[in-house]
């Protein structure tokens, strides 16, 4: 897994915190530096996926670690 | 800003369960960076007071999943709402389920805006001071004004 400035847990929680938890850490971080999310919520692969397709941040990885959903995102 | 995507939700709900919905969706368009308006009318006004007091029953809801098979007349025996809705919260806060307070709380911090509806407030003789801050009050012609140019519009 590449680099991030900033983590976010958001295991055990269920839709949409993990997309509302990410949006507001979006919210403090600087165009360019990345997020990387960890969830539990199956769902949270395809929402992942739509939110970065709507709001224009990159979804740079997208994997599996340890049964748990792992993100990177990029601010636009 | 005009080009914003803008979301309009009629909610008439007030049951727990039912209250879920138009919080979710709100609360996610506005992370998605939709502009969100929810008209609160009839029952969904319940959504909007301070001290949330939602039940949720099984009566006339034979979708609901049960722990156990049980009649219809002894889901109608007193003290059951109050048990089914404590039962469904600790499901839900088991599962990391947001509270409905909470999906509420962040939908006002995301400036989703609340329009309460008049004739409901008024037919039920509803103390607008019970309710949370912010909310603003109108009618149909209200909802229509934003909703006429709304890219999703939702009835709950």
Excluded at chain 1, 6 to 13: C, P, V
Aim: net charge negative; with cysteine.
């Amino acid at each position: 897994m590449a680099n991030f400035d900033q983590e976010l847990d958001a295991s055990g929680l269920n839709c949409p915190l993990p997309i509302l938890r990410a949006k507001k850490a979006l919210g403090t971080l600087e165009a360019g530096q990345v997020l990387r999310i960890i969830a539990t919520d199956p769902g949270s692969v395809k929402d992942f996926e739509a939110f970065a397709k709507q709001t224009g941040n990159e979804l740079m990885e997208s994997g599996e670690e340890g049964g748990k959903f792992v993100f990177l995102i990029k601010k636009a | 800003m005009s080009d914003q995507k803008k979301m309009a939700i009629i909610a008439t709900k007030g049951t727990l369960d039912w209250a879920y919905p138009p919080f979710i969706l709100a609360s996610t368009a506005a992370a998605l960076g939709y502009e969100v308006q929810i008209f609160w009318t009839f029952y969904g006004l319940q959504c909007l007071k301070k001290d949330l007091n939602l039940q949720v029953t099984s009566l006339g809801n034979p979708g609901m999943p049960m722990p156990m098979p049980m009649p219809v007349v002894v889901q109608a025996l007193p003290g059951m709402q109050s048990m089914m809705t404590m039962m469904m919260k600790q499901k839900m806060k088991s599962k990391g389920v947001a509270s409905v307070e909470d999906l509420r709380e962040l939908c006002i911090e995301a400036d989703v805006k609340m329009v309460a509806c008049q004739m409901t407030v008024d037919l039920f003789d509803m103390n607008p001071s019970d309710f949370i801050d912010g909310v603003e009050f109108g009618g149909a012609a209200t909802f229509f004004e934003f909703a006429g140019e709304a890219d999703i519009t939702l009835y709950i």
